[in-house]
């Protein structure tokens, strides 16, 4: 098995201008978690976010930067540093947009695609060896405009299945956090992804 996860962050950028855009889908994810445990969120300015501890089998932090997207690495890096903890016990959950609505992954390693926030985190860590949940928001299409998609909300439908995506992932967090993410990986890429008719742009 793998590491055990003691940090889980989710990728977002602060302010009520940001927060139903599809680029927060990992600061919604965190949002949902600490709504089903309970969990609340205080600013921690020694980490250049928000944090809260979780109970996932052991405890894990969980991080929402606030230092805006591109330099999401700052916050990473700061937790991490001061924890002394190895890219491999991190998680980093964050949009997509090569996946639809409705779809997500996870994954080990790689590059950033094009993501700034991974960008900078994978200069910040100075490791890729870290898991990432892709959740799907889809894409504007060819020529579309990629920033101004993702700093817009989904429409409906899109917001709907996206939310499905993050409750079947938080179902398995807890399988992520014990080191089982080979088995978790297994189970998300067999699920079948939503019909293409269902991405977007409002």
């Known amino acids: 098995m793998a590491a055990a996860l003691a940090l889980v962050a ?3 950028n602060p302010g009520p201008r940001y927060a139903d855009t599809r680029h927060n889908a990992g600061f919604w ?3 949902r978690l600490a709504a089903d445990r309970g969990l609340i969120f205080r ?5 250049l976010g928000e944090v809260a501890e979780a109970d996932l089998g052991g405890r894990v932090w969980l991080l929402k930067p606030e230092t805006f997207m591109n330099h999401s690495g700052q ?7 001061f924890y002394r903890l190895a890219p491999q ?8 947009l090569d996946l639809p609505p409705g779809t997500v992954r996870l994954k080990r390693g790689g590059g950033h695609g094009g993501h700034n926030g991974l960008r900078d985190i994978l200069a910040c860590l100075g490791s890729d060896d870290f898991l990432r949940l892709r959740v799907g928001v889809g894409h504007p299409g060819p020529g ?3 920033v101004s998609y993702v700093l817009n909300r989904p429409m409906a439908e899109e917001a709907r299945l996206i939310q499905e995506s993050i409750g079947r992932a938080l179902e398995l967090l807890p399988r992520i956090a014990s080191g089982d993410a080979a088995r978790v990986m297994s189970l998300l890429n067999a699920r079948p992804r939503p019909p293409a008719e269902t991405t977007g742009s409002e």
């Open 43 to 47: 600013r921690a300015s020694r980490f």
């Open 10 to 12: 989710g990728l977002g």
């Open 29 to 31: 994810f965190l949002d």
């Open 89 to 96: 016990q991190v998680l980093v959950v964050h949009d997509d």
């Open 75 to 81: 916050s990473v890096a700061a937790l991490a540093g």
């Open 144 to 146: 579309g405009d990629v």
